[in-house]
């Protein structure tokens, strides 16, 4: 089976002001470098549109409303001091959050055996109530209440390799045994959680924090406590939240990894992880600021996804 691509041409139309790291050009650049290797092992899919009600199990209703009466007639509107939305960011963070539901449906139906979704703006920071760092709805928070709800999975994990703490999914699922949350970050540094005290309710949240400077044989000595918790909580499906902001050319974070270490990373979590989770996997874009980096790693991250059998 081949490996399922999900975007959207509304990704550009979330505006976000000159000289904003969280720019169009992020998913122009990966989309690029999608059609120019044209491979013949990837499936090409739209966002899938969606009730507001899937979006209630993530956020509070009142957070909703206020995220939906916040898209300006015209010009710029910040949601908080760096998260910005413009009149087309409406459509784009309804497509963000609908390219994970088309991912899901698409792996349970059997259209593809996994996927990448790549679309902006990205979620991880976006808390039950609160817009941050670029985010405003929580995207793979969304699609892990949506396994739950739709497809009845007791066991899901989130494994977030984006160089900031996804403070907002630990937010999310911090109480709710069901969900495994695990995230490597610089630490410390934006957004300032992620310490190795932060466990769960349920022992269901992992933090790796991680100093700067952090190479990349450092971070995969580290990751294998990933995969540890992952062979001990074996899920039933799997989502990444992947930014591929800590790599060593970005400029907004000091770790050090390669964009071979992105295929390595994903490549030994598909392997840990195929007794338990039979493939089961979706993966959804977060960070990731300079183009080239983000081209060649986004390509070497889903290259893992198509080569699993």
Same mark, same amino acid.
């Given at each position: 089976?081949?490996?399922?691509?999900?975007?959207?041409?509304?990704?550009?139309?979330?505006?976000?002001?000159? /000289?904003?790291? !969280?720019?169009?050009?992020? =998913?122009?650049? @990966?989309?690029?470098? %999608?059609? &120019?290797?044209?491979?013949?092992?990837? =499936?090409?899919?739209?966002?899938?549109?969606?009730?507001?009600?899937?979006?209630?199990?993530?956020?509070?209703?009142?957070?909703?409303?206020? @995220?939906?009466?916040?898209?300006?007639?015209?010009?710029?509107? %910040? +949601?908080?001091?760096?998260? @910005? =939305?413009?009149?087309?960011?409406?459509?784009?963070?309804?497509?963000?959050?609908?390219?994970? *539901?088309?991912? *899901?449906? $698409?792996?349970?139906?059997?259209?593809?055996?996994?996927?990448?979704?790549?679309?902006?703006?990205?979620?991880?920071?976006?808390?039950?109530?609160?817009?941050?760092?670029?985010?405003?709805?929580?995207?793979?928070?969304?699609?892990?209440?949506?396994?739950? !709800?739709?497809?009845?999975?007791?066991?899901?994990?989130? *494994?977030?390799?984006?160089?900031?703490?996804?403070?907002?999914?630990?937010?999310?699922?911090?109480?709710?045994?069901?969900?495994?949350? *695990?995230?490597?970050?610089?630490?410390?540094?934006?957004?300032?959680?992620?310490? !190795?005290?932060?466990? /769960?309710?349920? #022992?269901? @949240?992992?933090?790796?924090? +991680?100093?700067? $400077?952090?190479?990349?044989?450092?971070?995969?000595?580290?990751?294998?406590?990933?995969?540890?918790? +992952?062979?001990?909580?074996?899920?039933?499906?799997? +989502?990444?939240?992947?930014? %591929?902001?800590?790599?060593?050319?970005?400029?907004?974070?000091?770790?050090?990894?390669?964009?071979?270490?992105?295929?390595?990373?994903?490549?030994?979590?598909?392997?840990?992880? &195929?007794? %338990?989770? #039979?493939?089961?996997?979706?993966?959804?874009?977060?960070? /990731?600021?300079?183009?080239?980096?983000?081209?060649?790693?986004?390509?070497?991250?889903?290259?893992?996804?198509?080569?699993? #059998?």
């Amino acid at each position: 089976m081949k490996t399922g691509l999900i975007t959207s041409d509304t990704y550009q139309n979330h505006n976000t002001g000159e /000289g904003h790291p !969280e720019k169009i050009d992020r =998913v122009t650049a @990966v989309i690029e470098n %999608f059609k &120019k290797l044209d491979n013949k092992n990837l =499936v090409w899919k739209k966002p899938s549109s969606f009730e507001q009600s899937i979006l209630i199990k993530t956020h509070t209703k009142d957070y909703i409303k206020k @995220v939906n009466l916040s898209f300006p007639q015209s010009g710029l509107k %910040f +949601l908080d001091g760096d998260t @910005v =939305v413009s009149p087309g960011s409406k459509d784009a963070t309804k497509d963000a959050v609908g390219s994970i *539901i088309s991912a *899901i449906d $698409g792996v349970e139906k059997k259209e593809f055996k996994n996927a990448f979704c790549c679309v902006r703006p990205p979620g991880h920071h976006a808390e039950k109530e609160k817009a941050m760092g670029f985010c405003i709805f929580n995207n793979v928070a969304v699609g892990a209440n949506y396994l739950i !709800e739709k497809y009845k999975y007791k066991k899901i994990a989130i *494994i977030d390799f984006d160089v900031h703490h996804g403070n907002g999914t630990q937010d999310i699922f911090y109480n709710d045994k069901n969900v495994l949350y *695990i995230s490597t970050h610089q630490y410390p540094y934006y957004p300032g959680s992620g310490s !190795e005290k932060e466990n /769960g309710k349920h #022992n269901n @949240v992992l933090n790796i924090p +991680l100093e700067a $400077g952090t190479t990349g044989n450092e971070y995969l000595n580290a990751y294998e406590k990933v995969l540890d918790k +992952l062979k001990e909580f074996k899920p039933a499906f799997l +989502l990444f939240s992947a930014g %591929f902001d800590a790599h060593i050319d970005d400029p907004l974070a000091q770790l050090r990894l390669s964009s071979e270490d992105f295929y390595k990373i994903t490549k030994r979590t598909l392997e840990v992880s &195929k007794p %338990f989770c #039979n493939g089961n996997i979706v993966s959804i874009l977060e960070g /990731g600021y300079d183009l080239r980096a983000l081209q060649e790693s986004t390509q070497r991250h889903v290259d893992a996804l198509i080569e699993f #059998n």
